[in-house]
């Protein structure tokens, strides 16, 4: 997928391929235009490439073919060390015979700056990341998120204008995880600096990004900001990758300017959204997240097609009640229904009728 706005172009990936045998393609011909300034967030399964393009960047693997370029200059040929980019890792790189202050210190000194000014940008990173108590300690006194602000912090302490980070939260608990992402996205935001974020965590990627690419079998199957991709997958590989999604398989009847009548494997019919679909007689995979899903007779509107369903699985989440049901001959179709006063507690083996609006319902690949 092309990306092609680069006036104010500060990352570009032009035509980027990568292969490490000469045959088989990791990354096939990405582009790539990211302006200053912004969080972008490579998504993707194990083995999509986004690990691959964060290592050509930085400049620890060499593209095969293409152009990388850092505000208008072409990379290719420039040592890591020259680039003058951060990097963040998942096992945080410290040295652990340095305290802290030198470990932030030594990328000072191979820039050959001056002890009183290596001291204050010390210091100054240090307190950016609320660790200004911490400079004369070792890495093994620290726990595993303050390691983490360290390794943020040596990323920030020559002021990197582009910040490179592979799966940085990886190895910490759900609830530190959490409280970095917000933490992390304060920092870049404050600062003004453009970051690449590597993670295999969607919700990560929701929660910290301007945009998300989504890569996979190594090229970007869609690039849009959080709520775009989540509300309008393009394809059938991000509806299922991004958030919870239900889908039943069909056929295209009829396609009326933006509606698609779809015929169900079962022989009900619904309309749809046509996303990924063109003519009459192809196959598709209709998606349809779980809270669009409406069961409640007041709240559906007229002349929307509603499905028969019954209830296999009710399960109480505090916020929210999630129920599983057969719909369609789909046995893992989902509601969420949040948890108000008036919501009824579906009991499995149920019969109930469901439905939605035609355009939260979207007709995709097979």
Not at 90 to 97: E, G
Not at 147 to 172: K, N, T, Y
Not at 253 to 279: F, M
Request: net charge negative.
């Amino acid at each position: 997928m092309a990306d092609t706005q680069t006036s104010d172009a500060f990352v570009e990936f032009e035509r980027v391929q990568k292969s490490y045998d000469g045959e088989n393609l990791v990354v096939k011909d990405l582009n790539l235009v990211m302006p200053k300034g912004e969080f972008l967030t490579m998504l993707g399964p194990s083995g999509s490439g986004k690990t691959t393009c964060l290592m050509m960047l930085a400049g620890f693997e060499t593209a095969t073919h293409g152009d990388i370029r850092l505000d208008g200059v072409s990379i290719n040929n420039i040592p890591p060390h020259k680039r003058g980019i951060g990097m963040v890792f998942q096992n945080y790189a410290l040295f652990p015979h340095m305290t802290v202050a030198e470990n932030l210190s030594f990328p000072l000194e191979v820039r050959k700056i001056g002890k009183s000014e290596r001291e204050a940008k010390v210091k100054r990173v240090l307190d950016m990341v609320q660790m200004g108590a911490f400079g004369g300690r070792r890495p093994a006194q620290l726990s595993g998120g303050q390691q983490q602000r360290i390794a943020l912090a040596r990323a920030l302490v020559f002021e990197a204008e582009l910040v490179l980070m592979d799966e940085p939260l990886g190895a910490l608990d759900k609830q530190l995880r959490e409280h970095m992402q917000f933490e992390i996205k304060r920092i870049a935001d404050n600062l003004g600096i453009t970051v690449v974020y590597v993670t295999h965590d969607q919700t990560e990627a929701l929660t910290m990004s301007d945009r998300v690419a989504v890569f996979d079998d190594g090229r970007i199957q869609q690039l849009a900001p959080p709520d775009q991709l989540y509300e309008a997958p393009e394809n059938s590989f991000v509806a299922q990758f991004i958030g919870e999604n239900n889908t039943l398989e069909g056929v295209v009847k009829e396609i009326n300017g933006d509606v698609a009548l779809v015929r169900l494997d079962d022989g009900e019919l619904i309309d749809c959204k046509p996303v990924n679909v063109s003519k009459p007689g192809e196959r598709t995979r209709v998606s349809i997240r779980p809270e669009r899903v409406e069961y409640n007779k007041e709240r559906l509107q007229e002349g929307v097609h509603t499905l028969k369903a019954e209830v296999l699985e009710f399960i109480y989440m505090g916020d929210i009640f999630r129920t599983r049901l057969r719909v369609a001959g789909n046995e893992d179709f989902v509601i969420k229904t949040r948890n108000a006063p008036d919501q009824v507690r579906l009991q499995p083996g149920t019969q109930i009728e469901i439905g939605w609006l035609p355009e939260d319902c979207r007709a995709l690949d097979a």
